[in-house]
């Protein structure tokens, strides 16, 4: 979770760095994940939206006027390599694993992830002084999730500028909690078509999604950056509005009440509205026990991180968390 205001952000070894990223990459693949969810409730958020501000104007003034090693020593390589590294790993090795199980058992794939959403508003949700002003920025904040994810796809070129523009609106959004990077480039109609770049390394597509995203991450971090520094419970719950908004897009059971032809000829679905699952059928009972893996497992971790999670402080006793040594 996010640090409260007069904490400071932890540090963590690189292993751990790693497999944060790592969990982020995997997010970032699922259209209605967000991978800032992953960070926010992981404990890196702070740590990442400040390696994110290491690239500013001091030092590309550094670097021109020769002082390169100078440059270099203000970006906390200590943090953003392993998480780099997990990140990229997680999206060149699972990137074919996330198209097959979206294809084919997306119930499951939902389910899991819905349990790990809900379980990440109860975790930050008990960190926000909850008053009539913060309590208004979440219901605004649910409002527009809500909207945002239920937008219809559009129908949109596969061409250099506009995969720039659509990396860079889609790293807004992944670094957001309950936003998903992912469900942006697949409102803009690039979802399928960065996918399967990647799984197939296509650089030049690759290349203008990647340089949108460096671009809009470098301008957008700063502003939130911000933002939770001056209005911090008011930013976070606004956050967590957008984790139960996103919760319409997670939600396993669907039905396809709009289709468009593709491209490439083929039918794919544009509208979709959430229904109500067969209880009489094995899925739903399946698809239940991934969503309660999923919520028992990302407390689990919060409660290991923190101390303090909601569910485990219950049943196990809150406890103060140990110091975390940087290796």
Same mark, same amino acid.
């Not at 991180?305 to 975390?324: E, H």
């Given at each position: 979770?996010?640090?409260?205001?007069?904490?400071?952000?932890?540090?963590?070894?690189?292993?751990?760095?790693?497999?944060?990223?790592?969990?982020?990459?995997?997010?970032?693949?699922?259209?209605?994940?967000?991978?800032?969810?992953?960070?926010?409730?992981?404990?890196?958020?702070?740590?990442?939206?400040?390696?994110?501000?290491?690239?500013?104007?001091?030092?590309?003034?550094?670097?021109?006027?020769?002082?390169?090693?100078?440059?270099?020593?203000?970006?906390?390589?200590?943090?953003?390599? &392993?998480?780099? #590294? @997990?990140?990229?790993?997680?999206? !060149?090795?699972? /990137? %074919? *694993?996330?198209?097959? =199980? $979206?294809?084919?058992?997306?119930?499951?794939?939902?389910?899991?992830?819905?349990?790990?959403?809900?379980?990440?508003?109860?975790?930050?949700?008990?960190?926000?002084?909850?008053?009539?002003?913060?309590?208004?920025?979440?219901?605004?904040?649910?409002?527009?999730?809500?909207?945002?994810?239920?937008?219809?796809?559009?129908?949109?070129?596969?061409?250099?500028?506009?995969?720039?523009?659509?990396?860079?609106?889609?790293?807004?959004?992944?670094?957001?909690?309950?936003?998903?990077?992912?469900?942006?480039?697949?409102?803009?109609?690039?979802?399928?078509?960065?996918?399967?770049?990647?799984?197939?390394?296509?650089?030049?597509?690759?290349? &203008?999604?990647? #340089? @949108?995203?460096?671009?809009?991450? !470098?301008?957008? /971090? %700063? *502003?939130?950056?911000? =933002? $939770?520094?001056?209005?911090?419970?008011?930013?976070?719950?606004?956050?967590?509005?957008?984790?139960?908004?996103?919760?319409?897009?997670?939600?396993?059971?669907?039905?396809?009440?709009?289709?468009?032809?593709?491209?490439?000829?083929?039918?794919?679905?544009?509208?979709?509205?959430?229904?109500?699952?067969?209880?009489?059928?094995?899925?739903?009972?399946?698809?239940?026990?991934?969503?309660?893996?999923?919520?028992?497992?990302?407390?689990?971790?919060?409660?290991?991180?923190?101390?303090?999670?909601?569910?485990?402080?219950?049943?196990?006793?809150?406890?103060?968390?140990?110091?975390?040594?940087?290796?």
């Amino acid at each position: 979770m996010q640090p409260s205001d007069n904490e400071s952000p932890r540090s963590f070894s690189a292993l751990r760095i790693f497999f944060t990223g790592f969990a982020m990459g995997i997010a970032d693949l699922i259209p209605g994940v967000s991978g800032g969810t992953m960070a926010f409730i992981l404990g890196i958020y702070d740590q990442l939206l400040a390696a994110i501000k290491s690239f500013n104007l001091r030092l590309v003034q550094l670097i021109f006027r020769g002082r390169l090693r100078e440059g270099l020593a203000q970006i906390p390589f200590g943090f953003l390599i &392993p998480l780099g #590294l @997990g990140l990229g790993v997680a999206i !060149l090795s699972m /990137a %074919r *694993v996330m198209r097959y =199980l $979206l294809e084919n058992q997306p119930v499951y794939l939902f389910s899991f992830f819905f349990g790990l959403i809900v379980a990440s508003i109860i975790a930050v949700g008990v960190t926000v002084r909850w008053a009539p002003g913060t309590a208004l920025a979440l219901v605004l904040g649910s409002v527009a999730a809500y909207l945002i994810v239920g937008l219809v796809p559009l129908s949109m070129p596969n061409d250099p500028l506009t995969l720039f523009l659509s990396g860079m609106v889609a790293i807004m959004a992944m670094i957001l909690p309950g936003i998903s990077g992912s469900f942006i480039l697949l409102i803009l109609g690039q979802y399928a078509y960065v996918l399967n770049a990647v799984s197939e390394f296509n650089l030049l597509a690759i290349l &203008p999604v990647a #340089l @949108g995203a460096v671009i809009g991450l !470098l301008g957008f /971090a %700063r *502003v939130l950056s911000w =933002l $939770l520094k001056y209005y911090h419970h008011l930013i976070v719950a606004v956050l967590v509005g957008f984790m139960v908004g996103s919760l319409r897009k997670i939600w396993p059971w669907k039905e396809v009440i709009e289709t468009m032809i593709d491209r490439h000829g083929d039918v794919v679905p544009i509208r979709e509205r959430n229904i109500l699952p067969d209880f009489a059928g094995g899925e739903v009972w399946l698809a239940l026990v991934l969503a309660i893996v999923g919520f028992v497992l990302l407390s689990f971790i919060d409660h290991l991180q923190t101390g303090a999670n909601p569910i485990f402080s219950r049943l196990l006793g809150r406890r103060t968390p140990k110091p975390v040594v940087e290796s």
